[in-house]
């Protein structure tokens, strides 16, 4: 079975995440979107994404092809349905399009020629706009937990540790020590060699990723992710990290997403609530304005290879692109585009040459190097979105 994952019209408007990814590489939950599908579907995705991030993220043509919406989390009724599709088919949920079954010889026009609509009438979690992604957090955690761990026995938990609840799994090499976990509003998951230092209080639902760590007196507030080989502390309410990121001391994060690479300074905050307790609005950068969110609590957005000082703030419902470098006193603005270097006293561009040698330093702490393909990705983001256009 060939399955191809699709960037939809939300591609967009999840700026400043899909800057640097394919949509269905967002995690929500535990997985990402993609890894859903291939846990669920037994195969291997490609991606029909933007020219540029191609060569990263290949697409892969077959025969006889099933296209789903990358912004669609997989349910067993949906995939059903999806299985069901004939050649020349598509599946819609309203003006949504979920998904559609092609021949090779069609895959030039799949997109303007979808064929005879078929209508899909259950439920959808589908990530649209960036604050869905810990909006939906905890189904999407629920979900995820339930397909890793089911029919699976845990590695056996500490007796140092208070437990809460009987919904806690532990991966081979996962170490939980003298910590509080509570997992009666939510599972607790830890990936392979993930850690929660003592002294932690964790209250579910979590999902602690492969080879990522809770550091000492962490305290986290689900429903919230912590993606692979992240280290994390201070407190964190509803949030998600993609991972290889960092937030490795006090100071708050809440109903917030971090991409890949970022790092946060210590005892730095995000106001998740406005002081009138008005609607959050957020950036939206396919319309190139503000848009509201129907939410009270959302705080920060930052986008892959960001980092921030020592005791930054940030204002609720900041938006910060890609490689953007922030410091100093005061609250710099709600929206700040990629490779901007500075903060509420004002920004510069943080030059490309620059950006790709802390990227390559960065990386390589995670014996990951930056290639030229990645490389490329970050120069033509460079070209884009430094002006904030």
Known sequence: ??????????????????????????????????????????????????????????LRWENDNWLINGGICPSLKLIGKILDLKPGTSLF???VHVASRVKDTDSADWKSATGTKIDF????????????????????????????????????????????????FLEAGAKVEAAVLNSTSGPIYLGANAEIMEGSVVRGGLGLCDHSALK?????????????HSKVGGEVNNSVIFGYSNKGHDGFLGNAVLGEWCNIGADSNNSNLKNNYD???????????????????????????????????FNTGTTVGVSANIFGGGFPRTIIPSYSWGGAS????????????????????RSIPLDSIEADILTHIYEIDRWGL
């Open 1 to 58: 079975m060939n399955v191809i994952l699709f960037d939809g019209e939300e591609r967009t408007s999840l700026l400043p995440f899909t800057f640097t990814r394919p949509v269905a590489q967002i995690r929500v939950g535990i997985l990402t979107i993609a890894e859903k599908w291939e846990k669920l579907l037994d195969c291997k995705v490609s991606y029909d994404t933007q020219d540029y991030l191609q060569k990263k993220f290949p």
């Open 93 to 95: 949920a309203g003006d």
């Open 121 to 168: 009438d259950g439920d959808l979690l589908q990530i649209a706009r960036p604050w869905h992604i810990f909006q939906h957090n905890g189904v999407a955690l629920e979900a995820d937990y339930k397909l890793l761990t089911e029919g699976r026995v845990s590695q056996p938990l500490s007796k140092t540790n208070t437990l809460i609840g009987d919904r806690v």
């Open 216 to 228: 000492l007196g962490s305290k986290i507030y689900g429903p919230t992710t912590i993606g692979p």
């Open 279 to 313: 609607e959050v609005k957020i950036w939206n950068y396919g319309k190139k304005t503000f848009e509201k969110t129907g939410l009270q609590f959302c705080g920060l957005l930052m986008g892959d290879h960001s980092k921030c000082g020592i005791n930054t703030m």
């Open 346 to 365: 004002g920004f510069t561009t943080y030059k490309i040459d620059k950006a790709l040698e802390t990227a390559a330093r960065v990386m390589e702490r």
